[in-house]
């Protein structure tokens, strides 16, 4: 290659690189960017209150049910441990047995409500996220966004429409009445 062309591709790539700068300062200026604090709409949003108190009545209820197995295991324990002189062989290992299927179904309730738990959350902020993500796009769409941010390390207020889809939520909320 000689210098002459060497010359005209460096000049070529001087001037297409002084170009993209400006081409790239216009296009960034154009785009209409917003920002959602998933967080705080999971927080602050009717349904997932709604979900939430659901999920608390459950919790209370099951809880109960599994305080009162804990108190009769307990209570068969220490029934076992007191009468236990006094028990003939036969009758201590029959309540060591039924002290051993108390446990298991126990750990079976507790294991089977961690999952059900599990499941009933999931399911609960799924629904309630699909709600916001359907809020988002109304927002987006009524502030003609061309793009919404629901995770950054930082953003500035000016660009944040979480007040905005809180509010469309709780307001296609509302008409259900829960």
Request: aromatic share 4%; net charge positive; hydrophobic share 45%.
């Amino acid at each position: 290659m000689n210098k002459a062309t060497h010359a005209a591709l460096v000049a070529g790539a001087v001037l297409a690189a002084a170009a993209c700068p400006v081409a790239a300062q216009q296009s960034p200026a154009a785009a209409r960017i917003g920002f959602v604090n998933t967080e705080r709409v999971m927080r602050e949003v009717i349904p997932a209150q709604q979900a939430q108190k659901r999920l608390k009545v459950e919790i209370d209820k099951r809880d109960q049910e599994m305080r009162g197995l804990v108190a009769q295991m307990k209570k068969l324990e220490i029934g076992l441990e007191k009468n236990s002189p006094a028990l003939s062989e036969a009758e201590r290992r029959d309540k060591q047995r039924e002290f051993a299927g108390l446990n298991r179904d126990f750990e079976r309730k507790k294991q089977e409500y961690a999952e059900e738990l599990a499941l009933r959350r999931n399911e609960a902020v799924g629904q309630v996220l699909e709600q916001a993500n359907r809020a988002i796009r109304r927002v987006a769409e009524q502030e003609n966004l061309d793009v919404v941010f629901q995770e950054a390390a930082y953003a500035n207020q000016r660009i944040d429409i979480t007040e905005k889809v809180i509010k469309a939520v709780n307001a296609g909320a509302a008409p259900a009445g829960k």
